[in-house]
């Protein structure tokens, strides 16, 4: 791997891809959850944040992509960081009343944003340099 890799721009690609790749984590962790007994609160909760999540960053992405906006690129910054908190917070909360529905959302979630990321990862590093 060249070390270029990592400081020649590249166009966005879509994040639909990567979104789908995600919900399909979350809707293949519903039989899942069925048949081994899990809480199915748990399952609940992951996809609600994850549906939110997602409803998020659309609005986040419909904000101006211009370079030379600066308002617009820190609002994207605040609005990406506040993403883990929208959805940590309940996460946390539903832990501390319900150990095994927490824990369970947590692991639906975290491996749908993994899978997520991954996919986001290997879009952008597949796509053309720009000149």
Known sequence: MSA?????PRDMPS?????????TVVLLALPVFAVTGWPLQGWALAAVLWVAAQAFAFVLARLAGDTDNLAAAGMRGIGTTSR???VGIPL????VADERVGIA??????LAFTV???VGLAAYFG????A
Not at 92 to 95: C, E, H, N, Q
Not at 105 to 110: D, G, L
């Open 116 to 118: 997520e990321l991954a």
């Open 4 to 8: 270029g890799i990592f400081s020649t």
């Open 105 to 110: 959302a947590a692991a639906v979630y975290a």
């Open 84 to 86: 883990g908190l929208l």
């Open 92 to 95: 946390i909360a539903v832990t």
């Open 127 to 130: 796509g053309e340099a720009k």
């Open 15 to 23: 994040r639909l891809i990567p979104a789908v790749g995600g919900g």
